[in-house]
């Protein structure tokens, strides 16, 4: 079974930053490209940076692009996402999935709020 955990969100001012986490267990994490999605209040979701199996090719949507890096550690089954300068659009429900899609299933998901 699938099992994505996420952590390290928060409420933080814009400007600043968070680094999430997604530990993954169930299936070869080795294997699989992984995927950041989130998902904001009133709008659609969003799949917001992708990496692959080896951390060699990175996916970033425009929104994100040069402020959000995404990084894996396949010796700990876990894939990270640094974000910087945040801003108060980038409040939303993160989720990581299995996958360079952004597919379900995630995991609970963890919150990330950018107010002042």
């Known amino acids: 079974e699938v099992q994505l955990v996420e952590s390290g969100g928060g409420l933080v001012q814009p400007g600043g930053s968070l680094r999430l986490s997604c530990v993954a267990s169930?299936?070869?994490?080795?294997?699989?490209?992984m995927s950041w999605v989130r998902q904001a209040p009133g709008k659609g979701l969003e799949r917001v940076s992708a990496?692959?199996?080896?951390?060699?090719?990175?996916y970033y949507s425009e929104s994100v692009e040069g402020r959000f890096t995404i990084a894996r550690d396949n010796a700990k089954n876990t894939v990270y996402l640094q974000l910087n300068k945040l801003v108060p659009e980038d409040t939303a429900m993160y989720y990581c999935a299995k996958g360079w899609d952004g597919d379900k299933p995630w995991g609970q998901g963890t919150q990330v709020t950018v107010s002042s």
């Open positions: 169930g299936f070869t994490f080795t294997t699989y490209a």
């Open positions: 990496i692959d199996s080896i951390g060699g090719t990175a």
